[in-house]
């Protein structure tokens, strides 16, 4: 059991098979990918393996701190960043070749004529809590199984 | 009022309503129902009998839903199982080995070990493992469907029980069931109804980890190593316990891994101070573990303990045998190098083991080691 994010790219991901922007779709192109999509998480809850599925919009701002007292700063967003995230998938599943077979099929979401999109996601794994019984005891040993 | 007495009862339950003719997955419901109702009305109102109300009230949980199905399907001919007495049988058993069929994968097997067996309800298990609620009902939904052809009486494994349990105990999600000591009562409960030196290994094992729990962890929740913890942290009465159970197996003659992995806890949960540690022994255990499991994981933790008992350059000797990619070779290469003296060494592995890292407190431990490393001795720019 373990949490993966299927991460989708606005832009950074290598291009896609079917690399044919969505504002160049006709409306049943648009509406049959959205379907797509829709099903995909309705059939991962009926499977017991969905967490969370979220999309971002496409411009964002950059903030940071800016001292005791000073309200934060802000800039952007920058037309020129390389990695713009669009939005994920979150799955609890039993193997990582479980998620990866989850990502080809979300990846398979038709795009331009109908045509499976073939974009590029990412699956990062998510950091999970220490074993109670650790698999190994390196170090001096975090524990002695 | 007595909640683990009440969860204590659900496995038997079920087992009585599925003796009297319902199926499986209508009578987990209909426990589930009547524990809900349990803790609603017993607090004001406690029975003198907390089963036979359990029975009652699931029972008629049951029918209720029996009779809202066959009113919906109109079929006047359906039969109503007939209520009977209380039996003496105890399914708990077969509730174990139903819950970790070899047909559920791991995260079902355990799901549903958790409701039917532990009686925790849906939510309880989707938060203690970080899941929408409706994902867990599915997951739950589909077990007892893959299960539901699945005879009751059929003997079961014990080895698929116990790698369930082991899950449990293992994945110490936080949440606001412990699942560790959920695992831990699953596995005494289990004891009780069958006699098998690895259920009792595994129980030890489980006693002599969680006896250890309160050192492992600094009040900032970074972790300690076992060397640097503070042994009065540890809890010697859980220890106690856990190696009289484990002594009582190995007096069977029938080892097998989980009690050669307690036999190790049980050497580390003996020693007074690190340096009082049989790492002779522990190289032993590890010997008999490799020889029953054959598993490379196993070999990576002997070569640590090889370390400890013949110095780091036969420990080195041990994980130059073994494959790199070996999930914490790296941490355990960083470690050796670094009783070997060469810190320089250490230093870059313990940062490419922070990397590899599955999860972000052994990160930020290793993250330390190699920080704490290159005060000592800044490295080559």
């Not at chain 2, 958790?114 to 929408?132: D, E, H, S, W």
Request: hydrophobic share 45%.
């Amino acid at each position: 059991m373990a949490k993966y994010l299927l991460l989708k790219h606005y832009r950074g991901a290598p291009a896609a098979v079917n690399d044919v922007p969505m504002d160049q779709w006709t409306q049943d192109e648009i509406t049959a990918h959205v379907q797509y999509m829709r099903d995909f998480a309705a059939k991962l809850e009926d499977t017991g393996e969905f967490v969370d599925g979220q999309a971002l919009a496409m411009e964002g701002t950059w903030v940071r701190y800016d001292g005791e007292g000073k309200p934060p700063v802000t800039d952007g967003p920058f037309a020129e960043t390389k990695d713009l995230i669009a939005g994920w998938m979150i799955v609890d599943v039993d193997s990582y070749e479980r998620a990866i077979e989850l990502a080809g099929e979300l990846s398979a979401a038709p795009g331009k004529d109908g045509k499976p999109i073939h974009e590029w996601l990412e699956v990062r794994p998510f950091y999970g809590t220490p074993p109670t019984i650790p698999e190994v005891t390196w170090t001096g040993h975090c524990s002695g199984a | 009022m007595d909640w683990a007495l009440l969860r204590s009862l659900t496995p038997s339950v079920i087992g009585i309503l599925v003796r009297r003719g319902a199926d499986f997955a209508a009578a987990e419901d209909a426990v589930q129902d009547a524990l809900v109702e349990a803790v609603r009305v017993w607090p004001d109102d406690p029975p003198r009998d907390p089963k036979g109300w359990l029975v009652t009230a699931a029972w008629r949980k049951f029918l209720d839903a029996t009779r809202a199905e066959t009113a919906r399907r109109r079929r006047e001919e359906h039969v109503e199982p007939e209520a009977g007495p209380v039996p003496d049988t105890d399914d708990t058993l077969q509730l174990y080995f139903l819950c970790a069929h070899p047909s559920l994968t791991p995260s079902s097997a355990v799901a549903l070990t958790l409701r039917a067996v532990g009686g925790l309800t849906t939510r309880q298990i989707a938060q203690a493992y970080l899941v929408p609620e409706a994902t867990m009902a599915q997951r739950i939904s589909r077990a007892k469907k893959t299960v539901g052809d699945v005879r009751f009486d059929q003997p079961g494994d014990v080895a698929t029980v116990l790698r369930v349990l082991y899950l449990v105990f293992n994945e110490g999600y936080s949440g606001d069931v412990d699942l560790a000591a959920e695992a831990i009562r699953l596995t005494r409960q289990l004891a009780a109804v069958i006699d098998h030196p690895e259920v009792a290994g595994l129980l030890a094992l489980m006693l002599l980890h969680h006896a250890r729990r309160a050192g492992r962890t600094a009040d900032d929740g970074s972790l300690v190593a076992l060397a640097d913890q503070d042994r009065a942290k540890w809890d010697t009465r859980l220890i106690a316990e856990g190696v009289e159970i484990l002594q009582n197996a190995l007096a069977k003659d029938q080892l097998g891994e989980f009690q050669a992995q307690a036999a190790i806890a049980a050497l580390h949960a003996d020693a007074q101070t690190p340096e009082e540690t049989d790492w002779v022994q522990i190289v032993e255990w590890y010997d008999e573990l490799a020889k029953l499991t054959g598993s490379p994981i196993v070999r990576l933790n002997r070569a640590v303990a090889v370390a400890e008992a013949d110095g780091p350059r036969a420990g080195l000797k041990a994980l130059a045998e073994l494959d790199d990619s070996l999930p914490r070779y790296t941490a355990v290469a960083a470690y050796l190098h670094e009783r070997d003296g060469d810190e320089q060494t250490a230093a870059r592995l313990y940062v490419e083991a922070a990397g590899k890292a599955a999860n972000l407190a052994e990160r930020e431990y290793l993250t330390r080691q190699a920080a704490r490393l290159n005060r000592k001795s800044p490295p080559h720019r």
